[in-house]
């Protein structure tokens, strides 16, 4: 074969083959990329949950709440002690030393309604029984109202035991809780001091976390024969806005024929910080 026709049929020396010359890795060495990455994503997803599930945000406690134990029960020594750390924690709160030691505390007064109330009718009442207990409304309301009875300072603690969605009380418990703040301070307003709900309108600012100490700030407003309006907010311990509520009572006609010993005990007494009932000058 002569010489030219050789040159012809050799491929060149400076070009590569075909087979290799694709910038691209071979399939195998995708599928290891792949894979590698599709670990590594997964690798930091496990940690980021269990991170969550060690330090969780608070945006995550609220959409995926921790599983809670069930309320204890009253009658255990456990439900007895549980209560009574909250009734002592309750004392010590800040708020209340503070407002104790006010330069116009001889001006108010402390109550605790239904503390006083008997037990054959307060395992029927709402608040006072089948909402008391152990996770629930664990503690007897705390008032402090002025004399002239035109605010108050209402101080309950919320159980977990009180939530619609996990971890967050119940919008329709909070409804309850300021119509009954509210009416209290009403009612002291009324000449029969009876009242019934009118008018109840409630403005829901921000979800109210369970386990906790809530304040309910009441204020009279305008009082008129037999109706009296009041107004409230509800606060956590930081002073945070939960929600507010305006109300309308009215003194029932047939208020004369109520036993007024029952209603004294139903709203609280003046109470000395022993407890014991005290007569306001």
Partial sequence: MSTPLLRRLRLPASRP??????????PQTRRISFLAASVAAASVGLAGYAAGAVFPPPATTVLFPRVAPPPLPESTPEGQKHMQDLEDAMQRLPLLQQLRAAQDADEWYEARPYLF???ERRVNNLTAGVLRGPGKLAVHALVRARKDETESY???HVGRALCGHDGIVHGGLLATLLDESLARTAIMNLPERVGVTATLTVHYKAPVKADQFIIIKTRAGEVNGRKAAVSGIVQDLEGKELANASALFVQPRYAKLLDPDMLRKRMGEPTK???EPVTID
């Fill in 17 to 26: 083959s075909a087979r290799f010359s694709t910038s691209s890795p071979p």
């Fill in 117 to 119: 109330f008997p037990e």
């Fill in 154 to 156: 209402v101080i309950l």
């Fill in 273 to 275: 910080k022993s407890g």
